[in-house]
C-alpha cells in the first residue's frame, strides 16, 4: 500500500479564485451619491448663515486688535491717540503720545478690514478704548446684521 499522501488546503479567505478585490461601479457611484447630498446639505447650513458668519469675524478681529493694543500699551505706557488710531499697530506713530518702546516689527503685520470691507474704528477716550465695526450697513445704530459690533459688548 502506497503511504498516504497528505492534502495541501489553503485556508478560505472568502475570495473566489480569479476574484480581484475592488469596488464595482455601482459602489461608487452609491457613495459619491451620499457624498454630494451631504455635502450639499453642509453648503446650504453655511450658506444660509453667512451675516450670523461675518458677525463672528467682526467680534474675533476687535479681540484680536484689543489684544494686539494691549502689547502696544505694555510696550509704551498707553495706547496709541485717536489720531494716531490702529495704524500704530502697523507703522511706527508719530505725534503725542510718543511710542518710545516700540516693536520694530510691529504688533500686526497688516490692519484687518472688517467683513463688510470697512475699517475698523478705534477711539481712545481719556486712555480707555473703543473698538467697533459698523455692521453690514457701514452706518452708525442698526439692527440685526445690520447693528453696531463694539469690543466692550462682547
Known amino acids: 500500500m502506497a503511504p498516504r ?21 455601482i459602489e461608487i457611484l452609491v457613495v459619491i451619491v ?3 447630498i451631504l455635502g450639499g446639505l453642509a453648503a446650504q447650513t453655511l450658506l444660509s ?11 474675533t ?14 510696550d509704551n505706557f498707553r495706547y496709541p491717540s ?4 490702529l495704524n500704530a499697530l502697523v507703522e511706527r506713530p508719530n505725534g503725542s503720545p510718543e511710542a518710545k518702546n516700540w516693536n520694530p516689527g510691529g504688533y500686526l503685520k497688516k490692519l484687518p478690514d472688517d467683513p463688510w470691507g470697512s475699517p475698523y474704528l ?7 478704548i473703543e473698538l467697533s465695526s ?6 452708525e445704530g442698526g439692527e440685526g446684521n445690520a447693528a453696531d459690533i463694539r469690543l466692550s459688548e462682547l
Open 61 to 74: 478681529d476687535l479681540r484680536t486688535l484689543s489684544a494686539a493694543l494691549d502689547v502696544y500699551r505694555l
Open 49 to 59: 448663515r453667512p451675516d450670523a458668519a461675518r458677525v463672528q469675524a467682526a467680534q
Open 5 to 25: 499522501q497528505r492534502e495541501r488546503r489553503i485556508p478560505h479567505q472568502g475570495i473566489h479564485p480569479g476574484h480581484q478585490g475592488g469596488f464595482t461601479l
Open 122 to 128: 478705534y477711539e481712545n477716550i481719556d486712555g480707555r
Open 34 to 36: 451620499i457624498l454630494s
Open 134 to 139: 459698523l455692521g453690514s450697513d457701514g452706518v
Open 82 to 85: 485717536s489720531d494716531q488710531g
